[in-house]
């Protein structure tokens, strides 16, 4: 990866290299933005690299190469499809992604907090972690993401590099997540008292919708004045109806990359929601967002023979 980046600028064949450096903290890694062909020995792959790229896109002017998993090359051709970036200003090093560890699953695994960890890895299907110079072994599904536990696409389909061996998605990959099913089985009075219990803490801070390359509105509705479509200030029911609207709004458009749910500070589960609208935009439009860049988007064009004469 690192001699791919360093030649895409060194040959002029682009002007940024989008990727990921090792983060401040213990097992974590931080998006890396640059120009500088030296900053390129600073680029790494490992089962921490959450972010999704694909959210700087929007933001960079000029001929980008980014670095991207599965889940960040749909969000890409999304991208594209609602002519946000240009195919032709991308060079897209696909990572074969073997799913990213959930820090939190693990602490909760070894009754430790990450900085009392001394080591995390991944060897195929096992992740092992070091405390107090023990290793303990663990099952890697029980330390992935949950939504790298329903990734679809786990190799890019769309790009131009390929750093590594093809990956499928593993036959388990159908679990939407626990804590959906869990909703599932609720009363509506029961889950709607559920996502009040989840909304009074939610702080309004706005890193879901920031951390989202399917959020990319010049100006968010929670910001309009006239009308005012939410108050500014956290209470349950605004930070609903905030969440509620967004979702809608990423609807064909979230590739279900999980970021929204994982930067949330105060852990709501999000993924409740945007993964649910997935699966209803797939099962009613038969859409999966960012598979094919030649397909029309979901939400911006419609068929005559749609139900509604709204939509006409
Ligand atoms: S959703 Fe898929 S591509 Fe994205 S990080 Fe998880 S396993 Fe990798
Ligand atoms: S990231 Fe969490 S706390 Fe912040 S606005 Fe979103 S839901 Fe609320
Ligand atoms: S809504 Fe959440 S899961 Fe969907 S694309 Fe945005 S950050 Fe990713």
């Not at 696409?153 to 388990?172: V, W």
């Not at 930070?239 to 994982?262: K, M, P, S, Y």
Request: with cysteine; hydrophobic share 35%; glycine share 4%.
């Amino acid at each position: 990866m690192r001699q791919e980046a360093k030649a895409l600028l060194e040959q002029k064949k682009v002007d940024w290299i989008v990727g990921f450096a090792l983060g401040s903290l213990k097992f974590t890694t931080t998006p890396l933005i640059t120009k500088d062909v030296t900053d390129t020995e600073r680029l790494v792959i490992n089962p921490f690299i959450t972010n999704n790229l694909a959210n700087f896109l929007t933001g960079i002017e000029g001929r980008v190469g980014i670095v991207a998993k599965g889940c960040e090359s749909r969000s890409i051709v999304s991208l594209i499809q609602d002519n946000k970036v240009t195919r032709e200003d991308l060079v897209i090093l696909a990572v074969p992604c073997p799913g990213i560890i959930d820090l939190a699953k693990i602490e909760r695994l070894v009754g430790k907090d990450r900085d009392e960890l001394e080591d995390i890895t991944r060897t195929g299907d096992k992740v092992s972690v070091k405390v107090n110079g023990q290793k303990k072994d663990f099952a890697a599904s029980d330390a992935l993401f949950d939504h790298c536990l329903a990734c679809e696409l786990p190799t890019p389909q769309e790009y131009d590099i390929i750093l590594g061996e093809e990956r499928k998605p593993s036959p388990e990959t159908k679990i939407s997540g626990q804590n959906i099913a869990k909703l599932k089985e609720l009363t509506s009075a029961e889950r709607w008292a559920s996502w009040e219990k989840e909304m009074s803490r939610c702080i309004r801070c706005y890193t879901c919708r920031n951390v989202c390359p399917a959020c990319f509105c010049q100006r968010c509705f929670v910001e309009e004045t006239e009308p005012q479509w939410t108050l500014p200030m956290p209470q349950w029911q605004d930070n609903l109806i905030f969440q509620i609207i967004r979702t809608i709004h990423v609807a064909g458009r979230c590739t279900d990359c999980g970021e929204c749910e994982r930067a949330c500070p105060v852990n709501i589960p999000l993924r409740s929601l945007t993964r649910e609208m997935y699966d209803i935009v797939d099962e009613l439009f038969k859409f999966k967002t960012g598979m094919d860049k030649d397909a029309l988007p979901l939400m911006v064009h419609y068929e005559q023979e749609e139900a509604e004469d709204f939509f006409k």
